[in-house]
């Protein structure tokens, strides 16, 4: 059973910014493509970046230029570094890994923008 731990959101002002962690356990090497959804109230949840294993990765086109993503193999973690933070970017940020085949959620971690 894998568990993934994120930490990072929280509230900020319209332009701020903010770093997501997601920290993985298990065997590093089982590991594939991460990314990372968010979920606003009364939406479904959307896929906002990836990042395979090689590190390619690939955006959402409403985040494309203020949100990178990033992943460190040896600590099985997956960052998301968000800059010029807008209010439509507030939701429940969730981690997703693929894990030899099987994929897991993180718990979710609400970011909320606001002045």
């Known amino acids: 059973q894998v568990q993934l731990v994120e930490s990072g959101g929280g509230l900020v002002q319209p332009g701020g910014s903010l770093r997501l962690s997601c920290a993985a356990s298990?065997?590093?090497?089982?590991?594939?493509?991460m990314r990372w959804y968010h979920q606003a109230p009364g939406k479904e949840r959307e896929l906002v970046a990836t990042?395979?294993?090689?590190?390619?990765?690939n955006y959402a086109d409403s985040v494309k230029g203020r949100f990178t993503i990033s992943r460190d193999n040896a600590k099985n973690t997956v960052y998301l570094r968000m800059n010029s933070l807008k209010p439509e970017d507030t939701a429940v940020y969730y981690c997703?890994?693929?894990?030899?085949?099987?994929?897991?959620w993180g718990q979710g971690t609400q970011v909320t923008v606001s002045s």
């Open positions: 997703y890994i693929n894990y030899g085949g099987v994929i897991y």
């Open positions: 298990g065997s590093g090497f089982l590991i594939n493509d």
């Open positions: 990042i395979t294993r090689d590190g390619i990765t």
